[in-house]
């Protein structure tokens, strides 16, 4: 009978703690998925402030979304946003 009862609680604690290392992955996974937004999040800034200020030094789009890589419309969207002096 306590033989029964050490092996719940062993099964019991086991499965405790696999939870916990699965809670633990998941959080390490997400934290990384963040990670990763954020890193190309700004570099996608870094891009946007740079084509800034080629438009506003009067350089053609085509070349300043070959400077940036950025694609056509998506440099339009952000100029919308900007004014030339």
């Keep these: 009978m306590v033989n029964e009862l050490k092996k719940i609680d062993f099964e019991e604690e086991l499965r405790r703690m696999e939870d916990r290392e699965r809670e633990a992955f998941d959080m390490a996974v997400i934290k990384g998925a963040a990670y990763r937004q954020g890193k190309a999040e700004g570099k996608l800034e870094g891009k946007l402030e740079i084509a800034g200020n080629f438009y506003k030094l009067g350089?053609?789009?085509?070349?300043?979304?070959?400077?940036?890589?950025?694609?056509?419309?998506?440099?339009?969207?952000?100029?919308?946003?900007?004014?030339?002096?």
């Design 59 to 85: 350089c053609p789009l085509e070349e300043i979304c070959a400077a940036t890589g950025l694609a056509l419309d998506e440099l339009k969207k952000y100029l919308a946003t900007l004014t030339r002096p």
